[in-house]
T-cell receptor, first 112, second 113 residues
Framework: SQELEQSPQSLIVQEGKNLTINCTSS?????LYWYKQKYGEGLIFLMM?????EEKSHEKITAKLDEKKQQSSLHITASQPSHAGIYLC????????????FGKGTLLTVNP | EADIYQTPRYLVIGTGKKITLECSQT?????MYWYQQDPGMELHLIHY???????EKGDLSSESTVSRIRTEHFPLTLESARPSHTSQYLC????????????FGQGTRLTVV
């Protein structure tokens, strides 16, 4: 199965600081998704990356898929308490056997 | 805003009871999924469907069953609930075709006592 490793498992930062979350796959990624979850709620889609080297940004969050398509990073600039939550990377195998599976998540705490 | 709904949001039920968790979407999506989420955050895929009358087991073995009689509806059933079934259950849907965004419901927090 597609194995996704996220690091760090948890992260505590001071408001205003930058941070990076990594997602590494043991296999080539055909589509890499980043989601955010508030505790006890559903997942909110952040962005999707497909092409090696692709980089996308939304407000202060930037995600990149490396050239070999086996690792992605999520970078938050000037973090705010609203960024706190669980960040999950997800991936699918591509083709007709589509199953969206996820890494273990990174719990982000932003202290004011 | 995603048009995918899960009911109930919270459920506390006794051991041995039969329960059904409801999931409905109004987006006409062919693909639907059920995930079980650990207290430690990890999401495990337990069931998925590619369309009406299609159901597949996910990566994590589950005693639950699912059905897909209508495109918009993907209920999950536990015939006899046990404390080990206590968890957060999340339903999602996505359009057909590769690499499309999956939309998630708000989840059902199930507690079996």
């Amino acid at each position: 199965s597609q194995e996704l490793e996220q690091s760090p498992q948890s992260l505590i930062v001071q408001e205003g600081k930058n941070l990076t979350i990594n997602c590494t796959s043991s296999k080539t990624l055909y589509g890499l998704y980043w989601y955010k979850q508030k505790y006890g709620e559903g997942l909110i889609f952040l962005m999707m990356l497909q092409k090696g080297g692709e980089e996308k940004s939304h407000e202060k969050i930037t995600a990149k898929l490396d050239e070999k398509k086996q690792q992605s990073s999520l970078h938050i600039t000037a973090s705010q308490p609203s960024h706190a939550g669980i960040y999950l990377c997800g991936a699918d195998r591509g083709g007709s056997n589509y199953k969206l599976t996820f890494g273990k998540g990174t719990l982000l705490t932003v202290n004011p | 805003e995603a048009d995918i709904y899960q009911t109930p949001r919270y459920l506390v039920i006794g051991t041995g009871k039969k329960i059904t968790l409801e999931c409905s979407q109004t987006m006409g999506h062919d693909k639907m999924y059920w995930y079980q989420q650990d207290p430690g955050m990890e999401l495990h895929l337990i069931h998925y469907s590619y369309g009406v009358n299609s159901t597949e087991k996910g990566d994590l073995s589950s005693e639950s069953t699912v059905s897909r009689i209508r495109t918009e509806h993907f209920p999950l059933t536990l015939e006899s609930a046990r404390p080990s079934h206590t968890s957060q259950y999340l339903c999602a849907s996505s359009d057909w075709g590769g690499f499309t965004e999956a939309f998630f419901g708000q989840g059902t927090r199930l507690t079996v006592v």
